[in-house]
């Protein structure tokens, strides 16, 4: 008998979206081009999960031209029911390539939609010609153009691998890690790790902490379902728990996770995950630097 697919209640940017890495002569700038294909079936509400990251989106629509927008860091998910099929390719920035590449810190663009264009930084000049670029010729343009464009000193070069590291420590540790012990890891004061998140990535430490342990749940509960949830499609499939995804993920108990689920994403786990979700809105309005 086969077996029947998983419903999903909630369509988010993550299931939908495939992504490739960039090249190594493009990390200090860019992490990886996602691919949303065009979304027809626009009965489907649609949620953007919280993300410690700065985009530039490439936006089509049938029948009208491409346009370049960028995404900032965005603390809290929204939900939107698109009135139009549209399809994105979607940059994401390195975490502190936000000044060198758009001219401003992350901070500025945090929860923001701004025309790439609109930005005092060099990636502004290239707007024109991404909008026109396949998905292929994206990699080989930026390649060939942004060295020669980008104009970073030593310092500012030492503070984004300060910054990676500091990352790669916080996303490496599911208990989380205190300000006093990451900053040590990095060699830097407390003031300076928070200066450096909040320029380089939009977000406090601790706020980049809460956004990417929600985000593990999100993808651990799609790969092991909650028992009793939407996702479930057989009793004898491995099922888990809020107190188990709690353990797992660094929160101090299943109160803490539902807590700061709610807080981020609006509701609480278990309503997510069967579609109890705010009301859809139309999509944001651009914003202005």
């Known amino acids: 008998m086969t077996a029947m697919p998983r419903p999903v209640p909630v369509v988010t940017a993550d299931l939908v979206e495939a992504t490739v890495p960039v090249p190594e002569s493009l990390r200090p700038w860019f992490t990886e081009l996602g691919r949303i294909p065009t979304v027809r079936d626009l009965a489907e509400s649609f949620a953007h999960v919280p993300q410690a990251a700065t985009t530039i989106v490439l936006r089509a629509q049938p029948g009208a031209p491409r346009v370049a927008l ?55 000049d290239l707007a024109a010609a991404l909008v026109e670029l396949s998905a292929e010729d994206i990699f080989e343009f930026l390649e060939d153009t942004l060295p020669q464009r980008v104009s970073e000193d030593a310092t500012r070069r030492a503070q984004r691998e300060v910054l990676r590291s500091a990352v790669a420590a916080l996303s490496a540790d599911p208990n989380g890690r205190s300000m006093r012990a990451l900053a040590a890891d990095v060699a830097v004061s407390e003031r300076q790790l928070r200066n450096l998140f909040t320029a380089g990535i939009g977000v406090s430490p601790k ?29 004898d499939e491995p099922k888990t728990s809020l107190a188990q995804l709690a353990a797992d993920n660094g929160y101090f108990d299943q109160s803490h996770l539902t807590a700061d689920f709610r807080t981020l994403m609006g509701v609480p786990p278990r309503s997510f995950l069967r579609g109890a979700v705010p009301t859809p809105s139309p999509c944001r309005p651009l914003d202005r630097i």
């Open 207 to 235: 706020h980049f902490a809460r956004i990417d342990r929600v985000r593990r749940v999100l993808t651990q509960v799609r790969s092991t379902p909650l028992a009793q949830s939407p996702f479930s499609t057989s009793d």
């Open 70 to 124: 960028v995404i900032g860091p965005q603390t809290k998910a929204l939900y939107s029911h698109p009135s139009k099929p549209a399809s994105c390719l979607r940059l994401r920035l390195a975490h502190g390539a936000a000044r060198p590449l758009l001219g401003v810190p992350a901070a500025a663009l945090t929860d923001r939609v701004v025309r790439l264009a609109d930005l005092p930084g060099v990636a502004a």
